[in-house]
């Protein structure tokens, strides 16, 4: 079937028929696109574990920073990604292109699980783990946009919205899945084995995912509008030129950047990934209980993105979006003030009886005569809440072990067992900010493919949408994270807030370009 048999054949169907045919076209694009975002978000739910691994463990803060840095690095490169798939999209096809993304961001993951850890190779094992995060950030340059692009070329007009919103859930979907194998692999393994190999297994089912995902989508259609644009001559030859040498769609480009991409992308990143970051690092909440947390609140929002997308086809896109970012900004602080107040231990009473504690040692590997020292605490408090404290001294054959005429300090960790009320509470909030989430991540890939023509549509929206989520949400948990050990170390009363005022400086400068230059109701510049 020539591609022109293709559109015809569309273009004469029942809407039923159309309705039947885009729901196959959703499934196919979306669990590719899921996959993806499974395998991307992988590296950041287990960012506390890869910090362990392929880097120096003498500075967990350091080790855990150049971690979130290297989380970050898989972001900062989607730009580019998005202009060399972009351009290839709009010349070649979408279906084709990001068939090649999936295969790049699948063998990436996998062979993250395999690479050995800092103490086999050295600083070689941070090196590796650094150039196959910038192949995952480059292959997701080149997905997102055309999947959305693709799925928006089959949908009727006026439910463009509804349909591009199913696209739209992946991204959470894929952060759910890699929250929930994550469990899975845990719950399955005892906690040396997971801590040992375990860690792995999840970046190596991703090669399963990936071989059924490139079947279905080997077996797809190009979409009706390119095949048509492709047929009839009028596709792009530079595709890069068109989009950001022309002044007046470079215009829209910039548009869709400031006045919504950046905006939407730290509310993403605030509400699903520095909300992880916070109950782990800052709250220090036990992190199978963060899992299940954060999986709970994800699965409770992820229907309300198809719920915005549905709605943002009755009253407009830029409403929705707007709204979103304005009660985030608003919301933000009393939010996480309240999720950090909710375990604050010097408000809760210890139960009678409620202290053990133990005491352990450990051959040091390289020194017979040393040993490290745990001594381990645990504190029952009246309301169920459990405090969990490990302090690890390093102690020689003549004593503990002295620096510059000083005994060594103790290195030591701890974590909180959440009750049953106050999980839930946390569940709430988490939600709350997966709400915000919605509203402004729903509605969006509809508003960026209807800014732009078709025949450079994947590279116009692919490059705004990536520089928002890849560079100013990308860069959110390595920034928030600065920002609130600088608070804690300055001496700052609610240090722990201070992460905030990235993403709400971003979202507020967003939100203003966007009140102020967003005209239309659907900023529809064409639609052919």
């Keep these: 079937m020539s591609n022109q048999q293709v559109e015809t054949s569309f273009e004469d169907m ?4 159309k309705n039947k045919t885009i729901w196959g076209v959703i499934t196919a694009s979306s669990l590719g696109t899921l996959i993806e975002w499974y395998d991307f978000y992988l590296f950041g739910s287990l960012a506390v574990v890869l910090a362990t691994k392929f880097f120096p463990s003498d500075n967990p803060t350091a080790a855990f920073l150049s971690t979130l840095a290297t989380f970050a690095a898989g972001f900062v490169v989607r730009p580019f990604g998005a202009l060399f798939f972009g351009r290839l999209g709009d010349i070649i096809g979408r279906k084709y292109t990001f068939l090649v993304t999936l295969l790049i961001m699948g063998f990436s993951t996998f062979l993250i699980g395999c690479i050995p850890g800092y103490e086999t190779i050295g600083f070689l094992a941070p090196v590796l783990v650094l150039i196959l995060r910038l192949l995952q950030g480059l292959a997701l340059g080149g997905e997102y946009g055309g999947a959305a692009t693709y799925v928006a070329e089959y949908a009727q007009p006026h439910r463009r919205g509804y349909w591009t919103s199913w696209i739209q859930t992946t991204a959470t979907a894929g952060l759910f899945i890699s929250l929930i194998v994550i469990l899975l ?9 997971f801590d040992s190999w375990g860690w792995r297994v999840p970046f190596w089912i991703s090669i399963l995912m990936v071989g059924v995902s490139y079947v279905i989508r080997k077996n797809m259609k190009e979409s009706p509008l390119f095949a048509k644009a492709k047929a009839e001559g009028k596709t792009s030859k530079n595709p890069l ?3 950001f040498g022309n002044k007046y769609n470079f215009k829209f480009v910039l548009l869709a950047l400031f006045g919504a991409a950046m905006g939407q992308g730290v509310i993403w990143y605030t509400g699903q990934f520095y909300a992880m970051s916070f109950l782990q690092k800052v ?10 947390l954060m999986a709970t609140a994800l699965l409770m929002g992820t229907p309300f993105f198809v719920f915005f997308g549905w709605l943002s086809d ?3 896109r830029k409403a929705i979006m707007m709204t979103g970012m304005l009660v985030a900004i608003l919301a933000y602080r009393p939010i996480y ?12 009473t210890e139960a009678v009886n409620g202290i053990t504690e133990q005491r352990s040692a450990k051959i040091h590997k390289t020194i017979a005569a040393d040993s490290l020292i745990t001594f381990h605490k645990e504190t029952l408090y009246t309301d169920g809440t459990l405090l969990k404290k490990d302090s690890i001294i390093h102690w020689s054959a003549a004593g503990p072990v002295m620096i510059e005429g000083k005994a060594e300090a103790p290195k030591v960790s701890q974590s909180v067992i959440l009750n049953d009320d106050t999980r839930w509470y946390l569940v709430f909030l988490v939600f709350i900010q997966v709400i915000f989430v919605t509203m402004v991540y729903g509605p969006i890939a509809a508003f960026l493919v209807e800014m732009f023509p078709v025949r450079i549509r994947y590279t116009s929206m692919s490059l705004p949408y990536h520089i928002g989520n890849g560079v100013f949400g990308g860069l959110l948990p390595a920034v928030a994270t600065y920002l609130v050990t600088s608070g804690k ?18 979202a507020t400068v967003c939100l203003i370009i966007g009140l102020f230059y967003i005209k239309n109701k659907n900023n529809n510049i064409h639609d052919k």
């Design 489 to 506: 170390d300055a001496g700052h009363p609610t240090w722990y807030l201070e992460g905030l005022w990235y993403p709400i400086g971003v």
């Design 241 to 243: 030129k068109e989009s």
């Design 314 to 316: 009755k009253i407009g």
């Design 337 to 348: 003030d309240t999720m950090y107040k909710s375990i604050d231990l010097e408000s809760k």
């Design 185 to 193: 692999t845990k719950s399955s393994l005892s906690a040396e084995q």
């Design 14 to 17: 029942t809407e039923k028929q």
């Design 283 to 292: 709250m220090n909440v036990e992190s199978t209980q963060v899992d299940y």
